[in-house]
């Protein structure tokens, strides 16, 4: 029997009068932490957050800032919407991984420079609330999945486009972990035997290519290259500061060496998500995060690249499409596998 979305779980899985009950969730990612909060029903987000992860301070630190902002969400939502503290269920966590689940633990974040830290238990027992750990990307493709682009669908692959590439998949209704919570590791698969050194260590992943910092690697070297670009202008010189949004930019402004590597980053994506459809043959796949800015210019290529290299029934069953919730997917999906976890 399939599991029902996240959406109707909270409502049928609880009294009417757990409406007035809420969840905080945490989103944690290489860049940026956002927090927020939600009724146990997904209706609505509130009091959310965002700071600079700063993961070059130390875990300590980081945990302690995620712990500041969660008492700031809580204080706003309070003040918001009325509620005593003991109104909150617990908080949610997404982490990257690779994690254990059952114990707490991120196993290693490569992105963070953390190995065996356990964050569950650290930020659960500082606030005082129950708390839960998830991947971060399985948590913003079960958010799209709750409430966003995905919603309705049996069969999701969601792709997270930010420091790193996470992802996460829905089969058949149910969020799939795999044997050792490492299933959706989908920034790295190889694309490339022979290719870029990727940070965890292989070469050729896709993360190598088309994570935001790798967007932003590809066109300083271009330029380092001697090929010509506004690229140096919008930075004022200084090519340390260029960044997949800079490259995004200077391609709406008709660039022709960032063109070049929106088109480039469409296709490495392509070939990536025509291996999904062959081995997964999802409905919907749904691709959140900064990427997300170039718009048709990364979306078109990207799908005549998968018209290109995968089959054409899983082709014609699939929908890809960018993430409707901006910012604040992985949160609403920390929520609901809070709920979930809550609940098995």
Same mark, same amino acid.
Request: contains cysteine; glycine residues 14%.
């Given at each position: 029997?399939?599991?029902?979305?996240?959406?109707?779980?909270?409502?049928?899985?609880?009294?009417?009068?757990?409406?007035?009950?809420?969840?905080?969730?945490?989103?944690? $990612?290489?860049? &940026?932490?956002?927090?927020?909060? @939600?009724?146990?029903?997904?209706?609505?987000?509130?009091?959310?957050?965002?700071?600079?992860?700063? +993961?070059?301070? $130390?875990?300590?630190?980081?945990?302690?800032?995620?712990?500041? @902002?969660?008492?700031?969400?809580?204080?706003?939502?309070?003040?918001?919407? %009325? @509620?005593?503290?003991?109104?909150?269920?617990?908080?949610?966590?997404?982490?990257?991984?690779?994690?254990?689940?059952?114990?707490?633990?991120?196993?290693?974040?490569? &992105?963070? $420079?953390?190995?065996?830290?356990?964050?569950?238990?650290?930020?659960?027992?500082?606030?005082?609330?129950?708390?839960?750990?998830? &991947?971060?990307?399985?948590?913003?493709?079960? %958010?799209?999945?709750?409430?966003?682009? +995905?919603?309705?669908?049996?069969?999701?692959?969601?792709?997270?486009?930010?420091?790193?590439?996470?992802?996460?998949?829905?089969?058949?209704?149910?969020?799939?972990?795999?044997?050792?919570?490492?299933?959706?590791?989908?920034?790295?698969?190889?694309?490339?035997?022979?290719?870029?050194?990727?940070?965890?260590?292989?070469? %050729?992943?896709?993360? +190598?290519?088309?994570?935001?910092?790798?967007?932003?690697?590809?066109?300083?070297?271009?330029?380092?290259?001697?090929?010509?670009?506004?690229?140096?202008?919008?930075?004022?010189?200084?090519?340390?500061?260029?960044?997949? +949004?800079?490259?995004?930019?200077?391609?709406?402004?008709?660039?022709?060496?960032?063109?070049?590597?929106?088109?480039?980053?469409?296709?490495?994506?392509?070939? %990536?998500?025509?291996?999904?459809? &062959?081995?997964?043959?999802?409905?919907?796949?749904?691709?959140?995060?900064?990427?997300?800015?170039?718009?048709?210019?990364?979306?078109?290529?990207?799908?005549?690249?998968?018209?290109?290299?995968?089959?054409?029934?899983?082709?014609?069953?699939?929908?890809?499409?960018?993430?409707?919730?901006?910012?604040?997917?992985?949160?609403?999906?920390?929520?609901?596998?809070?709920?979930?976890?809550?609940?098995?």
């Amino acid at each position: 029997m399939t599991t029902p979305p996240p959406s109707r779980l909270p409502v049928a899985s609880a009294p009417a009068s757990d409406a007035r009950r809420y969840v905080i969730g945490v989103d944690l $990612g290489g860049t &940026n932490i956002v927090v927020g909060a @939600m009724p146990e029903d997904g209706s609505r987000e509130i009091g959310v957050r965002s700071q600079p992860t700063r +993961a070059e301070q $130390g875990s300590d630190a980081v945990v302690d800032r995620i712990c500041e @902002m969660i008492e700031a969400v809580i204080t706003d939502a309070r003040a918001e919407e %009325g @509620m005593p503290r003991e109104a909150f269920l617990g908080v949610g966590v997404g982490a990257p991984g690779p994690l254990d689940r059952e114990r707490g633990i991120v196993v290693v974040a490569p &992105n963070l $420079g953390w190995r065996d830290l356990p964050l569950r238990d650290l930020i659960g027992e500082r606030v005082g609330l129950a708390a839960t750990l998830d &991947n971060d990307a399985n948590c913003a493709t079960l %958010g799209e999945w709750w409430t966003g682009a +995905a919603k309705g669908g049996r069969n999701v692959v969601g792709i997270t486009i930010g420091t790193g590439i996470g992802g996460g998949l829905i089969l058949d209704g149910r969020l799939y972990h795999g044997s050792s919570d490492v299933a959706g590791e989908i920034g790295h698969t190889t694309i490339d035997s022979n290719g870029r050194r990727c940070k965890c260590g292989n070469y %050729g992943c896709l993360e +190598a290519y088309t994570s935001g910092p790798n967007i932003a690697l590809r066109a300083r070297e271009a330029l380092e290259s001697g090929e010509r670009s506004i690229l140096p202008e919008l930075v004022g010189g200084e090519l340390a500061r260029i960044t997949a +949004a800079t490259v995004y930019e200077a391609s709406e402004r008709g660039d022709a060496l960032a063109r070049e590597v929106v088109r480039d980053t469409a296709r490495f994506l392509g070939a %990536g998500i025509a291996n999904l459809l &062959n081995v997964f043959n999802p409905d919907v796949v749904v691709i959140a995060g900064g990427v997300t800015q170039a718009g048709d210019a990364l979306f078109e290529p990207l799908r005549a690249e998968v018209r290109r290299r995968a089959f054409k029934p899983a082709v014609e069953a699939c929908r890809i499409v960018p993430g409707t919730l901006p910012g604040t997917a992985g949160v609403v999906g920390a929520v609901a596998t809070f709920l979930q976890q809550r609940d098995r």
